[in-house]
């Protein structure tokens, strides 16, 4: 048994004779007791259609009560130098004007309005600028961050340009989450997100590293005017994957040591995934590269 | 209309995949009056569909997709508890469900930050590694469930394994890659 089959509530050996249980059986004769009438489709642009009149009602709501709707009494709009909230179309909007601000502005912000969201601007790839890379629900809340969008204002700007901004929405009702968002990161600054370098239009867009040496591709990077950080593994004896043991990152790594994938670390550096010795599998795919990865 | 074998198929159905598919809701819902509604909606959905519903073994997977979009709602708020197949019912149905809520899991130090570090990845992330540890589901399964192509659950799952190695890694959990292959 592995470790997140032991986080499970149940499992379902566990639940051997409940669908003979008195709620099981309660249900099914409630369920089987009317017509399999279907239900009129839902059609996602009619919804939208009359979302516009969820939102004058909604707006109306807000005005009226703002207790009602965000529960503490609390403005339902607020502005700093780092990011605009209010309400709109039944959501919460957040426009981030400046995301290299002081995380505690987003803070301020968000806890004027009675919204418990934590939101990070984090230096990442290029890949994931403007973009939600991480976060989740804070523990025991219920929420997820698959209703969180982020947008570009205008679409496609450059973060960097101070006409460009980010656009957050998300449910009023959430609560408890975690946000991060990419940002561009400053020079010096370690990517937050792990992107794989030798993909398409990144810093080793073509070059492949898995299985050669760093002797090998040392050369290559060099040659591409990067520079190179490690990351020392320790491959699980099944092949599939492997563990970093914070404490050995500082071993002097050799030229005959293997490379198994390469990622962007910060502008300008990528980090090799290496061990010591060669193994059978591909650690960081449980095989070789091309079973996973289409390039 | 339904008819005496819409029923009886309906009621085999439920027989055989009730307890997997109340195992898949009670994993993923914070409280057990939840459960009982996602479970009771499942089902309630499954039978205005009964004639959508696959034969053998692809309705469990079927049901998995149709509690999975029915817990979605549920968390969106839009679901307003549709109760539609009768308070009383899931009144019983909490009873038995909040029975498995009381159960407390053997817990340890290194499992509680694992298991907060699986509950801070991404949705789906945690979908489909739940999928595999949970369900026991492989990537063909997995895919009719999700409705996305083979490639791209393995792809995805592969990503999602990474990041979840990397959370862990960061949570300080020198631990291993978990197997989570599907038995």
Known sequence: MNELQQIARVNDKDLAGQASGAGARALLAAIVAEEPVPEPRRRPVKRFVLAAAVTAVLAAVAVIGPSIVNGRGTATSYANSAIEVWQEGGQWKGRIKDPFANPAEFEEAFRAVGVDVKLELLPSSPRWVGQIFGGGSVPTERMGTSNFSVDQEPAGCALTSPDCTLLLSFPIDSAGQHLKVGRPAKPGEAYEDHPMATAKGRSLDGYRVDEKTVGEVLPEIEKRGLKVVYQIIDPNSNGQGYGVDPNKQSTPVGDDWVVWEAEEAQLGVVRLIVTDRRYDKNPVYGGPRDDVVKD | ?183
């Open chain 2, 1 to 183: 209309m339904s008819t005496q074998a819409q029923t009886l198929r309906f009621e085999a159905v439920y027989a055989e995949t009730y307890e997997q598919i109340l195992g898949y809701v009670v994993r993923r819902c914070p409280s057990s009056e939840d459960a009982a509604d996602v479970v009771a909606e499942t089902y309630a959905t499954a039978w205005r569909r009964i004639d959508a519903l696959p034969h053998g073994e692809e309705a469990r997977l079927w049901l998995y997709g149709v509690a999975r979009k029915t817990l979605a709602n549920h968390r969106r708020g839009q679901a307003r508890r549709q109760r539609r197949s009768g308070e009383s019912s899931v009144a019983e149905l909490d009873v038995d469900i909040a029975d498995l809520y009381s159960r407390t899991p053997e817990s340890t130090v290194e499992l509680g930050t694992i298991a907060r570090t699986f509950r801070e990845l991404r949705d789906d992330d945690r979908e489909l590694l739940s999928l595999v540890a949970w369900e026991g589901l492989d990537h063909a399964q997995i895919a009719m469930v999700m409705g996305v192509s083979r490639n791209a659950v393995r792809i995805r799952l592969h990503r999602a394994r990474k990041r979840f190695s990397q959370a862990l890694t960061s949570a300080g959990v020198i631990a291993h890659h978990f197997a989570m292959e599907s038995a």
